[in-house]
């Protein structure tokens, strides 16, 4: 039996309550018998500064270097507004994800036939909705230098932020769109700003170049990142794989996250080059959603994407592409069988809360193997 070493890092928030669900998925896993996983936890974000000082503790990034995967929450909320900015919540995921190179974001936006009626767009404009948005995650503005609030005396002040791409950031964020593309519709959207910003117009250079020199037979489209933004709430079923920086992946991940009917909805991977020598890929896996503290605590919390970010894992880190399938299968038919949790249901429709919900899911995989 193989046995993969998850390290879980709950963080903040609804960031416990949801990892919760996750773990029961992994228990119910466990005691079929088919692979072994070994959980052990850590603290990152605003519980990780109350405990260590800092926003993951180098105890903690030990751990995650050593995992096969990680399991990650949320972080953040008014608690920690005024810690200093590089223990802020917030740096220990971005430390994650530069310490452990993992530069491509995928945030899949699907939206299941039983939740069409809850996006904010009309039913047949999302409904069947599969795009997969790829974010590189690792360069750009958020990580550009120098990055720096200078006083300039006279009541004023001057912030400046960086936005950074050399060719090879570029180049194999393109790779893992176009090896993505191959696997689903065969298109590409590259989106940036090429008509304003000189990394828009590098960017374009060089998935262009790419494209021509190994990936000619997939379609290659660019749009700039203010229209693609538009384009995605007129008509999101005309993309298939859209690849984009750190700050148009982010936000427009968000956008696409809503034609879904929520943000508790999706699940992401955050994934590294594949080690040569062990087959094997640093990765991180998350819900899109945030801490959410205003409902913190109240079992409120919508666990699916928690949850669906566990199927990625097993799809993409252990390559249990049926033991993926199977749990996506069983959150289709929670959601068909009408279970909702507050942010899915529709006015004056029943709700469940956070655990009920992961029951419903664990339940659905035990009549899957039932069946």
Not at 50 to 77: N, P
Request: hydrophobic share 45%.
């Amino acid at each position: 039996m193989a046995t993969y070493k998850l390290f879980l890092l709950p963080g903040d928030g609804i960031g416990p309550e949801v990892m919760a669900e996750a773990e029961k998925v992994i228990a119910f896993f466990n005691a079929e018998g088919g692979a072994r996983f070994e959980t052990e936890k850590g603290l990152v974000g605003g519980s990780a500064f109350d405990a260590h000082g800092a926003s993951i503790s180098e105890a903690d990034m030990e751990r995650a270097q050593a995992s096969d995967a990680i399991l990650f929450g949320a972080v953040g909320g008014p608690k920690w507004a005024n810690v200093p900015y590089e223990a802020r919540p917030e740096a220990g995921l971005l430390r994650l994800r530069k310490d452990l190179q993992l530069y491509a974001n995928l945030r899949p936006a699907v939206c299941y036939p039983a939740l069409a009626s809850a996006s904010s767009l009309k039913p047949e404009v999302v409904e069947g909705l599969d795009i997969l948005i790829l974010r590189e995650l690792t360069g750009g503005v958020y990580f550009g230098e120098p990055k720096t609030i200078t006083d300039l005396g006279n009541g004023q002040k001057r912030a400046i932020d960086t936005q950074v791409y050399d060719t090879y950031e570029i180049e194999r964020i393109g790779r893992v769109a176009f090896d993505l593309a191959r696997k689903r519709r065969n298109k590409v959207t590259s989106s940036e700003k090429h008509n304003v910003m000189k990394s828009g117009v590098l960017w374009k250079e060089v998935i262009t170049a790419l494209h021509k020199r190994e990936f000619a037979d997939v379609q290659l489209e660019h749009q700039l990142a203010d229209a693609l933004g538009m384009q995605l709430v007129r008509w999101p079923k005309q993309f298939d794989v859209i690849v984009c920086d750190n700050l148009f992946g982010d936000m427009l991940s968000d956008v696409a996250a809503m034609l879904t009917g929520s943000l508790g909805m999706l699940p992401s991977a955050s994934l590294g080059d594949v080690d040569p020598k062990t087959a094997k890929r640093k990765a991180l896996y998350e819900p899109v959603h945030g801490s959410a503290p205003d409902i913190a605590g109240k079992g409120a919390a919508n666990p699916i994407a928690m949850i669906g970010s566990f199927a990625m894992c097993l799809r993409y880190s252990f390559g249990l592409g049926a033991e993926a399938d199977r749990l996506e299968a069983a959150i289709a038919k929670v959601l068909a069988d009408g279970l909702r949790t507050r942010d899915i249901a529709a006015p004056g429709e029943a709700t469940i809360s956070t655990s009920e919900m992961g029951d419903a899911v664990v339940a659905a995989l035990g009549g899957a193997q039932a069946a």
